[in-house]
T-cell receptor, first 115, second 114 residues
Framework: EPEVTQTPSHQVTQMGQEVILRCVPI?????FYWYRQILGQKVEFLVS????????KSEIFDDQFSVERPDGSNFTLKIRSTKLEDSAMYFC?????????????FGEGSRLTVL | AQSVTQLDSQVPVFEEAPVELRCNYS??????LFWYVQYPNQGLQLLLK??????LVKGINGFEAEFNKSQTSFHLRKPSVHISDTAEYFC????????????FGRGTQLTVWP
């Protein structure tokens, strides 16, 4: 069964360092998302991406964050200069239709720990 | 703004007992409603969704949920749980936009005891 894969599963970094989280969405999907979950808190939307551009982003997704689809398969989230409060589980998701119609398929997550 | 409330952070229950996980939402517009499940060390998996039509929605693994517009609720139920149902369950709302975000509740940890 096709699945969304994320790497790394866990990354530890120093505050101020750049981090890139990688995702391989399901191959025929058109919509891509990043969500995050800080420990003990809600799963929060970060950004959605469609047709090679950001379609929506939340208040969390400030200038320190960027997304890219560098080739036909990968979808990356970059945090330019990590802060302690960026420590969270980051989930990538994809769907073949929008979330109001299609199902979001989530990856297993990348746990980011900022020291 | 959307808001999703899952009143119970933890629900312990014995095997073969019925269970209800509660979800309430606030929205001034029509919404789509979802329940996701997360097993340990896995991603979020869709259990069921309500888009329109019948207010009783059946999902995978014997779960069902009922959309109640007047009470703005979308409670998840299962008549008889198994130990394998032990997981975290998340209620989520979409504002009805095909490109819009999902708003999640805090999650309910369901623990099924033998």
């Amino acid at each position: 069964e096709p699945e969304v894969t994320q790497t790394p599963s866990h990354q530890v970094t120093q505050m101020g360092q750049e981090v890139i989280l990688r995702c391989v969405p399901i191959s025929n999907h058109l919509y891509f998302y990043w969500y995050r979950q800080i420990l003990g808190q809600k799963v929060e939307f970060l950004v959605s991406f469609y047709n090679n551009e950001i379609s929506e982003k939340s208040e969390i997704f400030d200038d320190q964050f960027s997304v890219e689809r560098p080739d036909g398969s990968n979808f990356t989230l970059k945090i330019r200069s990590t802060k302690l409060e960026d420590s969270a589980m980051y989930f990538c998701a994809s769907s073949d239709l929008g979330p109001g119609i299609g199902e979001l398929f989530f990856g297993e997550g990348s746990r980011l720990t900022v020291l | 703004a959307q808001s999703v409330t899952q009143l119970d952070s933890q629900v312990p229950v014995f095997e073969e007992a019925p269970v209800e996980l509660r979800c309430n939402y606030s929205s001034s517009v029509s919404v789509y409603l979802f329940w996701y499940v997360q097993y340990p060390n896995q991603g979020l998996q869709l259990l069921l969704k309500y888009l329109s039509g019948s207010t009783l929605v059946k999902g995978i693994n014997g779960f069902e949920a009922e959309f109640n517009k007047s009470q703005t609720s979308f409670h998840l139920r299962k008549p008889s749980v198994h130990i394998s149902d032990t997981a975290e369950y998340f209620c989520a709302v979409n504002r009805g936009s095909t490109l819009g975000r999902l708003y999640f509740g805090r999650g309910t940890q369901l623990t099924v005891w033998p």
